[in-house]
């Protein structure tokens, strides 16, 4: 089943529920018309389809390894990397000073949609580059900035961050990899680092690192790191890869899934590195980076989602079995309506979920635009509940994929379990999903809950005309937001670890309540389409799920220290 | 991570939540009394912890494969199955008569909960067979009885099922498979079968494979099949295998999980085959087959949700990482809030879905010791709950297991991932998890609700006095149910396809509420224990979940079937 590039969906999404239009109204991007957002997404899309996912299953039957210290990628992979660079993707977003695009994040993120709905392993490239150009334009000298942004945007380099060591993963702040100056303005970087995706390759012409590291005498903590720029080949004078650095490639993990996405172990022996940005500003650096890769994150999980919701649908459409209850059935599957069930949950989860990946989008470039403290507070807002509820969904869909399937679902030729499997590990990296809905609870109430609360007037002042003109919609979803704000109060003035107990399930409620709302909007833009048809049955079916998820979150920690790991373990 | 028994469950749940006193208080199951059943579970642990479990990661790394039209099954699996076979397990609840142990399916559930907990693709096989020698023992001549329960019920020969035709999946009644008279009171069955669970071994003397197929003019559809036993090896005239048989292993597949567990096409080539039960009653056997089956895949489910919270929370007691909030915290991921809403989740449900089953194991029991027609009304309402709670709750614990190794659940060699991946297939066979539900909502109500209402009733009654002692967890759980008998009332009056399009939904609320009800009892009887803590979280966080999943029990199809394929599609 070919994966076929949802452009449409983008289309009715911009135009009618995220609200585009405001974004292209600013100056920064108003070259961003309609004309060429359509050349840019039927460009991407047409690659997606042609180009990326056709490695999918090659990729995963044809695992990345590593030969003699060096890695060899999957067959293929070498090609589709060249022809994502050559269509200048990996600087999509990134400044026409250097040769990027320039482009909006609302239109990377649809462009990234289509991409990891196509090849999830491929995709997590291009992004990590992104992520390392977003760092560099934000944090690096000037002459870092020209050395390595060009390269990095063409696609001739690539780049990775380096974050994790086995005693430190969410808790960064217990690094300890070291870097010392060497006087020249360069600095020696030694230690080991965990979980380096696409640490190294076989078709770029330098891999750069950007690696966390402490430098002598650092305070403790996340105050002391600093961040660093390690290539693999020290660039000479003319900006060529010279010198092969004090790195290497230690092992690959044998991974779930994402088989031809290389994950190593990376060593280094006093690696030659240079300092981005101020010394100990390495986490405020990793933030910027982790930031937006946040959002690329929620939306490799809205790709998946989106990809498996098509193999299903296609599977469906062409499995006879049973015996139909309907008038003017096909004899297939679809004629069943727990099947039906499972794919308009597909269908309406993956809606709900690149609508709010959207609307954060739309926060950034609005931010980025105006320097408007409530844009940025509101992309700040959304970020985590895009990207936690983006990958849960990408989990929750590649499983209900794999049920359509039946028997052939647990078979892997299908193709159906390796959605399932591949996305996994989006709900764990760049921050476990845990992690998300923390910073949603803390941080991210940190302000009194004045973001939460502009957001649930915006959206309950926009929902009082449709109240009355489709109540049966209207009214449950301004419930919902009732229910979210009177559940954001009772967390506001509980204690943060009260917070912790019920982050998750906060952020589950919050994302079902945002889903309802961008449902509406689509209703209301399209009355008569199958769009009104599929935002009825999210409000009727699945926005209930947040009573039970918004009754969870407001129970507190208490219980949860009441048993003992000897009583957990009973 | 060493897998260990939970014995002390059992014997609370035994005691104090299901009522197995009733089971030992028949006449048929007098034997079975308290001594005799902690021996019985604490043998089938040690096995289960010192020879079951170390297969698994091992079977996992080397799966079973075909050579040269055999399977060679994966290191140690002879041994393991010898173990199982030696100790009589695979006999455990079969007719004394025959050599089983007789003992009650409530022991018996107990037991398979613990090895498929040590290994699922292991104790697949006993499975199997277990379902052979109860559609053997009640629909097979005495002839067949005498020459193959001996064998099956000592573990020397192995059992299969051969249902699934490429066409004929969920819909059985399409099968193609022919069986034709040979005149000596034997036929050959040809056609193929497929997903064949353990089609092949190289550690059993014979493989007896029942087959579903059809006798020349036999009507369409179900009336017309009937059930075959087809030996690998034909036994001779002492009842030795002799000649073998015309049918072979074609392939296996390739799966997501199981790996040690040979799942194969089968092709059957005129082989010689002996009917069981009457001609056309192929369905009623595999009903028989089925039946307990279903309970026993439910089962599996409980097993890995149980290996997989033990792995999670060892995991979590070691792994140090991050800041705790908490005073007099031990440093690891324990002490953090979210993790402990995991871990306890993963308990609760765990709790909840096994208490389903082996409730669900005593109404089999009575009805099978009383013939008292409420039991076996009771039986059947909660075999499709068992079946399909137990396998979700294996599913999300293991999910939620993979979820707090983080980023170590996505590396295969933690085994967080396999269990997640071993235990996917059960909501798919046996009757898929939709199949139950609508088995639920269809066949389960034929009675107008009777056995239903007559299941909450008890409860509500029960739940009186709690409502009282123990207001803050008997009340919800009341009104739990009131919720559930209105929604019942509510199907009750829909059409039947209005019904399956809510079955799944439904389901789960059922098994919410169930879970309540059997956590408050848990508390009841053990107020100051972890157990009661487990119930307090339980009912404030998981339980209210019942009203997302009840309201779109009660949606109705109408909105299904609202939009075509194409719309779906867009």
């Known amino acids: 089943m070919p994966y076929r590039a949802t452009v449409d969906d983008f289309q009715f ?62 067959p293929g992979f070498a090609e589709g990397y060249k022809a994502i660079a050559d269509g200048g993707w990996v600087g999509i977003s990134a400044d026409p000073a250097h040769g990027g695009m320039g482009l909006p994040m609302t239109v990377t993120t649809a462009v990234n949609d289509m991409m990891a709905a196509g090849c999830l392993a491929m995709q997590l490239n291009p992004l990590m580059c992104q992520g390392q150009i977003e760092a560099l334009e934000h944090h ?21 961050m380096n974050l994790t060591e086995p005693q430190a993963g969410s808790d960064v702040g217990a690094l300890r990899t070291k870097a010392e100056p060497l006087g020249d303005g360069s600095f020696a970087i030694t230690g080991q680092k965990i979980y380096i995706t696409w640490a190294d390759n076989d078709f770029s012409g330098n891999i750069c690192h950007l690696v966390l590291a402490r430098l002598p005498g650092a305070p403790e903590g996340t105050k002391g790191i600093s961040l660093f720029m390690v290539p693999k080949f020290i660039p000479d004078a003319d900006g060529n890869p010279g010198a092969r650095n004090d790195l290497r490639v ?101 809606f709900a979920a690149r609508a709010i990946a959207l609307a954060c989008a739309v926060a950034i470039d609005m931010s980025t635009a105006t320097g408007s403290d409530d844009w940025s507070a509101r992309a700040a807002l959304l970020t985590p509940i895009a990207k936690a509820f983006g990958t849960e969904t990408g989990i929750r869909v590649s499983e209900l994929g794999v049920q359509v399937h039946g028997g052939m679902g647990f078979i892997e030729e299908t193709g159906a379990a390796q959605f399932s499997r591949d996305v996994r590990v989006t709900a764990i990296y760049e921050g476990t999903n845990g992690i998300q809905a923390m910073d949603l609870v803390g941080r991210k109430m940190m302000d009194g809950g004045d973001a939460i609360f502009a957001l649930l007037d915006e959206i309950e002042t926009e929902l009082e005309e449709a109240r009355n003109t489709l109540p049966g919609l209207g009214e449950p979803v301004w419930e919902a937001c009732e229910t979210l704000r009177e559940t954001t109060e009772t967390l506001l003035g509980s204690a943060l670890n009260d917070r912790f107990a019920g982050a998750v399930p906060y952020l589950m409620g919050f994302a079902r309540v945002l889903g309802g709302y961008y449902h509406l909007k689509a209703a209301l833009a399209a009355p008569e389409s199958p769009r009104a048809q599929l935002a009825k049955f999210y409000i009727t079916r699945l926005l209930p799920e947040h009573l039970g998820h918004l009754a969870h979150a407001r129970a507190g920690a208490d219980d949860l220290y009441a048993v003992d790991a000897e009583g957990l373990a009973a």
């Open 13 to 74: 999404l911009f135009s009618h529920v995220v609200g585009f239009d405001r974004v292209t109204q600013t100056e920064r991007f108003a070259d961003a018309d309609a004309e060429m957002i359509d050349a840019i997404l039927g460009e991407a899309g047409r690659l997606s389809e042609e180009v990326i996912a056709p490695l999918n299953r090659v990729g995963d039957q044809h695992p990345a390894r590593l030969e003699n210290g060096v890695v060899r990628t999957s």
């Open 140 to 160: 690096a000298s000037d002459e870092l900035k020209a050395l390595y942004l060009p390269k990095l945007i063409s696609g001739e380099w690539c780049g990775t």
């Open 250 to 350: 230690v092992s690959l993990e044998h991974k779930l899934g994402l088989h031809a996405s290389p994950t190593a172990v990376m060593e280094y022996e006093g690696a030659k590195g240079w300092l981005v940005g101020p010394e100990g500003g390495g986490m405020a650096a990793m933030f910027t980076m982790m930031n937006n890769a946040r959002l690329g994150v929620g939306v490799q999980g809205i790709g998946i989602a989106e990809a498996a919701t098509q193999a299903a649908l296609a599977y469906a459409t062409e499995r006879k079995q049973g015996r139909s209850l309907i008038d003017g059935g096909t004899g297939t599957i679809l004629d069943h309506a727990d099947v039906r069930r499972m794919l308009m949950t597909m269908r309406a989860d993956t």
